[in-house]
């Protein structure tokens, strides 16, 4: 797992990240959480699910801030100059449904096997 400090947008990006760290997968937030835990000495495991494949591109990345906030504004000019975009973000959605639905199902198994 690859800890990113932003969005790997496109599948270029993604590859890169794979071939210079050998990960399979890649987020933004666990090593954070996993660090600051250690630190307090509070235990930590994280169950993820992947939203995106590595050739799916993750549509107008650049609108979210440096704190991940994703900007209304810009957001909705960016939508009406180029509408679509909307499509790649239903199909984003799509995908996290999905990834909501086996994280359910993994924390689920996890909480009968404790």
Same mark, same amino acid.
């Given at each position: 797992?690859? %800890?990113?400090? !932003? +969005?790997l947008a496109?599948? /270029? #990006?993604? &590859?890169? =990240?794979?071939?210079?760290?050998g990960?399979i ?8 959480l996993?660090i600051?835990a250690r630190?307090r000495?509070i235990?930590?495991?994280?169950? !993820? /699910?992947v939203?995106d494949? +590595?050739?799916d591109?993750?549509?107008a /990345?650049?609108?979210?801030?440096a704190?991940g906030e994703v &900007?209304p504004? #810009? #957001? %909705? &000019?960016f939508?009406?100059r180029?509408p679509?975009t ?6 984003l959605? &799509?995908?996290l449904s !999905?990834? %909501?639905a ?5 924390l689920? =198994?996890?909480? !009968?096997? =404790?």
């Amino acid at each position: 797992m690859l %800890t990113a400090s !932003r +969005v790997l947008a496109d599948s /270029a #990006a993604k &590859r890169l =990240a794979k071939e210079q760290s050998g990960a399979i997968a890649v987020d933004m937030e666990s090593a954070a959480l996993g660090i600051e835990a250690r630190a307090r000495g509070i235990p930590f495991v994280c169950v !993820r /699910a992947v939203l995106d494949a +590595v050739d799916d591109e993750v549509p107008a /990345a650049e609108l979210a801030g440096a704190d991940g906030e994703v &900007r209304p504004l #810009a #957001a %909705t &000019r960016f939508l009406i100059r180029h509408p679509a975009t909307l499509l790649k973000l239903l199909r984003l959605m &799509r995908n996290l449904s !999905r990834a %909501t639905a086996a994280l359910a199902e993994a924390l689920d =198994a996890l909480a !009968r096997n =404790a």
